[in-house]
């Protein structure tokens, strides 16, 4: 699916609730989101659709079969049914093979955990790391957008990412070594974005081999706050082409549909540190050992 026609996709069709993803700190869902019937969406296979974080407690506001009680880790995704093992295709459940319709995770505002150091809205941040990672030319977070209208009230919509739940961040690095230009540029990302919160089961490796980086919420921080599982790249030199990019955001600023999410004081600490990022040109180390998110997975 063209990313023009997922973003339509993802912005206008009927959303309809599939289950409550088991395991995740905030209420987050998975959901179909169809096509109007008065839509025509066509386009060829999709890059982005992501998967995320199952978890356990659910809100009274928001109910909804769980899915991965027994199953996954915290933090990882729902997979795709294996080719070799597939049931048939009447009971099958898997991301609908169509450009008329695609999964997506939800995320409402009404399902999030109250936190000292976060105002409420955390699904703004994670439309904002999206717009971010595509105004630097990076694609690493999947499509994601804000939809007002879903079952739970204002919330984000991000495409599924069809993953092997067994990969994350530990398993990518060790096994997938042409991995790491992606994931070093992830680090610096997570640097720009103050990621507090970066946990391995938060880097998806999709079917196609493309790595994701999912779960942005707790991003965008006017405090420094960094924590992240990825140092092994730690004084590592940026590529000339990432720090340009960096040096752009620094001269220029992040675009306004990126700065209307944040707070005025957010938008300056995103600029400050690209400027120190692009002067550095290496991705920094953590000389205390303690920046780390818990759980790691």
Not at 16 to 41: C, I, K, P
Not at 255 to 270: D, G, I, K, P, Q
Request: glycine share 8%; aromatic share 8%; net charge negative.
């Amino acid at each position: 699916m063209r990313a023009e026609r997922a973003d339509e996709l993802l912005r206008t069709g009927e959303i309809t609730l599939l289950g409550q993803l088991a395991r995740s700190s905030n209420e987050t869902f998975l959901v179909e989101v169809r096509a109007l019937a008065s839509q025509s969406v066509t386009g060829t296979d999709g890059d982005a659709r992501v998967g995320e974080v199952p978890d356990p407690e659910a809100a009274e506001a928001c109910s909804a079969p769980a899915i991965g009680d027994d199953a996954a880790p915290a933090d990882s995704p729902v997979a795709a049914p294996d080719p070799d093992n597939a049931a048939p295709a009447a009971t099958s459940f898997g991301p609908p093979d169509s450009d008329t319709a695609c999964w997506a995770i939800y995320k409402p505002e009404l399902g999030e955990r109250p936190l000292h150091d976060f105002p409420p809205g955390l699904y703004r941040r994670e439309r904002a790391a999206y717009l971010l990672s595509e105004a630097l030319g990076w694609g690493i977070v999947p499509l994601t957008v804000i939809r007002d209208d879903a079952p739970f009230g204002t919330g984000s919509l991000q495409m599924f990412v069809a993953a092997d739940p067994r990969e994350h961040y530990f398993t990518i690095v060790e096994d997938h070594p042409d991995t790491h230009p992606v994931l070093r540029a992830m680090a610096a990302f997570d640097v720009l974005t103050n990621n507090t919160d970066r946990k391995s089961g938060h880097v998806l490796r999709g079917w196609d081999g493309r790595v994701w980086g999912i779960d942005h919420g707790l991003c965008f921080a006017a405090a420094f706050k960094l924590r992240t599982v990825i140092w092994e790249f730690a004084r590592d030199p940026l590529p000339p082409d990432l720090v340009a990019d960096i040096q752009a955001l620094a001269e220029n600023g992040a675009l306004h549909e990126v700065t209307e999410l944040l707070t005025t004081e957010e938008t300056r600490a995103l600029r400050r540190r690209a400027r120190a990022l692009a002067l550095l040109g290496r991705l920094p180390e953590d000389p205390s050992g303690m920046r780390y998110p818990w759980p790691l997975v």
